[in-house]
């Protein structure tokens, strides 16, 4: 199953968020964007989506932003997965109409694997995917890491 940009940049910024030193300021929308290169107005539905979703503390105004809501022990990914990605169907059997339908069991498949997947996320936390914090500090401030660097 591949997840959406929507989840995967939701568990970015919540990843970016978590392994910041405490700090006193909250985050802004162009500190996402600068990070990321990605839209302001994509990073703002997003953080007002986690926002809402209780993940985020957001304040709004002038001297608005936000901030981690819970502590990265206590997010757990596979509810941050299902929240956040608009479908989980694998496969619409419907459109267009597949004349096995009836007779399928490809559907039931589907539907014990994404079980699967699911708990699998279940069993981990942001905590679990931040635990190398000082690499991912690092990454950011080297500039000539890569993606292919990563491998």
Same mark, same amino acid.
């Given at each position: 199953?591949?997840?959406?940009?929507?989840?995967?940049?939701?568990?970015?910024?919540?990843?970016?968020?978590?392994?910041? /030193?405490?700090?006193?300021?909250?985050?802004?929308?162009?500190?996402?964007?600068?990070?990321?290169?990605?839209?302001?107005?994509?990073?703002? $539905?997003?953080?007002?989506?986690?926002? $809402?979703?209780?993940?985020?503390?957001?304040?709004?105004?002038?001297?608005?932003?936000?901030?981690?809501?819970?502590?990265?022990?206590?997010?757990?990914?596979?509810?941050?997965?299902?929240?956040?990605?608009?479908?989980?169907?694998?496969?619409?059997?419907?459109?267009?109409?597949?004349?096995?339908? /009836?007779?399928?069991?490809?559907?039931?498949?589907?539907?014990?694997?994404?079980?699967?997947?699911?708990?699998?996320?279940?069993?981990?936390?942001?905590?679990?995917?931040?635990?190398? $914090?000082?690499?991912?500090?690092?990454?950011?401030?080297?500039?000539?890491?890569?993606?292919?660097?990563?491998?």
């Amino acid at each position: 199953m591949q997840l959406t940009r929507y989840t995967n940049y939701g568990i970015r910024i919540l990843m970016y968020l978590a392994i910041q /030193p405490e700090r006193v300021e909250l985050f802004r929308i162009a500190e996402i964007t600068q990070v990321f290169e990605l839209s302001a107005n994509h990073v703002a $539905k997003i953080v007002h989506h986690l926002g $809402k979703l209780g993940y985020l503390k957001t304040i709004r105004g002038k001297n608005g932003g936000f901030r981690l809501a819970r502590f990265a022990t206590e997010i757990n990914l596979g509810s941050i997965v299902r929240e956040l990605e608009h479908s989980l169907v694998q496969v619409n059997c419907g459109e267009p109409y597949c004349r096995f339908t /009836p007779v399928c069991n490809l559907k039931s498949i589907l539907a014990k694997a994404l079980e699967a997947y699911l708990a699998v996320l279940d069993s981990y936390y942001l905590s679990d995917i931040i635990n190398n $914090k000082d690499k991912l500090l690092g990454s950011l401030a080297d500039p000539t890491i890569s993606v292919l660097n990563l491998s």
